[in-house]
């Protein structure tokens, strides 16, 4: 049969300027949970692509003041129909427009399936933070805010940290756009310091949010938290939070990695020790009270629970079958491949996929904003018991909607997501 004749013009298929193999991933893993809940083509069409995707290249001074380089950034917001976007800033030298609009597509999910009314946004700029100066970052932060400064806000785009950003970063942004509109405001940002109206608990809120859920699925497995053991990749806001977590339930970690090296010790490694030691001395490298081994051979350890936090397409068709977990709980975006994902699957690993794992920091970024724009705070026992009743909920959603549908843990987390952002395009209906 011919193909129906569209009258605006191009076929879908042809959107070439988001290829890349990470949105391809997003895309095909929204297609198969789109499938599977016979999603109405037309929404389906609109949800294959970010709404606003926005390219800037911008100059940036160094410290030696005639050298001027320019950079590229991004801002993407993929459904603005839920409320705000929401979404990270990425600094990475890797960070591109199919990348970040995968991203912002994950959030979008993410947010739906904790029900908070955000759609998903992400930014990003391609840089290693790690070679620039104090000075030069914030030099970056305020010339890359102002670039993007229209299509962010409160009401209509609110920034948070991500791989290569942190709270310093966020107050950066948080004063550069408080001094365009005159006046302090805190709510443009989320994950920035206290001091500057952030919310306690949201540093270590996707660490904590990932143990919440790894509790729930031990207990699911009948596996015994206090007998087990974890390995952890990535050591930084998420990784070095979700290993605190894993010690305070009892569980020995076994490995630990960061962008330097990966130390196995079968005795168990503490987190304190390996916090000391990266303040003395920057990384993980040169840590004496373990077998320095690489990133590759960290994820091949045997281990009762896997946790991904660092980067992206991590377990993929070559080294999926080498990995040996009970539990793969996933506080990296996208560090699984579809393939590994079957193969995982096949193996009986149970998978805590990304869009719920790791919720856990943009569920404490909504109180945060929600605290900002009400100007009015709430204690730590609060901010966790919230976290944990959504998490929980989401969890049991997920599991109950996998047994339901007899499908993963990821797709039946999708299409909880996917359902609920159909029906609230299907109720505010096409403009015009
Ligand atoms: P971070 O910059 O604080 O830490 C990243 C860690 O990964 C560092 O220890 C770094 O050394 C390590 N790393 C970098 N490249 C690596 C490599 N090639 N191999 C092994 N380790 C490597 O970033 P983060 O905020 O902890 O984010 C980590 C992941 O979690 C990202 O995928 C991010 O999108 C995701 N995430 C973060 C948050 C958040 O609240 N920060 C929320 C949801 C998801």
């Not at 919310?199 to 031990?218: D, K, N, P, Q, W």
């Not at 977990?325 to 994902?341: M, R, V, W, Y």
């Not at 149970?350 to 794992?357: A, E, M, Q, S």
């Not at 009015?376 to 959504?390: D, G, M, S, V």
């Amino acid at each position: 049969m011919e193909a129906p004749y569209k009258p605006f013009g191009q076929a879908i298929d042809t959107a070439a300027e988001w290829d890349s193999p990470m949105f391809n991933l997003a895309q095909e893993q929204f297609l198969s949970a789109a499938n599977i809940i016979n999603l109405d083509t037309n929404v389906r069409n609109r949800l294959l692509y970010p709404q606003r995707s926005s390219m800037i290249s911008f100059p940036c001074r160094q410290d030696g003041y005639d050298d001027v380089e320019t950079v590229f950034g991004y801002r993407v917001q993929h459904v603005l129909t839920m409320g705000p976007t929401k979404g990270g800033i990425r600094y990475h030298e890797d960070v591109n427009l199919g990348e970040v609009s995968a991203l912002a597509m994950w959030m979008t999910w993410k947010c739906a399936l904790m029900a908070l009314p955000f759609g998903g946004a992400k930014g990003g700029v391609r840089i290693d933070p790690t070679r620039l100066s104090r000075r030069e970052l914030q030099r970056l932060t305020r010339r890359y805010t102002m670039e993007i400064i229209d299509i962010i806000g409160p009401d209509r785009d609110i920034p948070a940290p991500d791989l290569g950003t942190n709270e310093q970063v966020m107050a950066w942004i948080m004063d550069t756009y408080s001094q365009q509109v005159g006046h302090a405001v805190p709510e443009i940002v989320t994950g920035k310091p206290v001091v500057l109206g952030g919310s306690l608990g949201r540093m270590e809120a996707t660490g904590r949010g990932l143990i919440y859920t790894v509790i729930e699925a031990a207990r699911h497995l009948d596996l015994r938290l206090d007998q087990s053991t974890a390995v952890v990749q990535g050591f930084g806001n998420v990784g070095s939070n979700a290993m605190r977590f894993l010690q305070e339930q009892g569980v020995k970690i076994i490995g630990v990695s960061d962008v330097s090296t990966g130390l196995h010790n079968p005795n168990g490694l503490d987190v304190d020790a390996l916090e000391g030691h990266v303040r003395q001395h920057g990384s993980l490298e040169g840590y004496g009270d373990a077998e320095a081994i690489s990133n590759a051979e960290l994820l091949e350890l045997d281990c009762d629970i896997l946790a991904p936090c660092a980067l992206q397409n991590q377990i993929t068709a070559d080294n999926a079958e080498r990995i040996h977990c009970k539990i793969l709980a996933e506080g990296a975006n996208g560090p699984t491949s579809l393939e590994a994902d079957r193969i995982l699957t096949e193996k009986g690993v149970f998978i805590i996929p990304d869009i719920l794992g790791n919720a856990g920091g943009v569920t404490v970024s909504y109180f945060e904003w929600v605290q900002d724009t009400q100007k009015f705070t709430w204690t730590l026992k609060q901010i966790n018991e919230r976290l944990h009743e959504i998490l929980i909920g989401a969890f049991a959603r997920t599991l109950e909607r996998s047994t339901r549908e007899q499908v993963d843990m990821r797709t039946a987390a999708m299409i909880e997501g996917i359902e609920r952002v159909a029906s609230a395009k299907a109720l505010r209906g096409l403009y015009p």
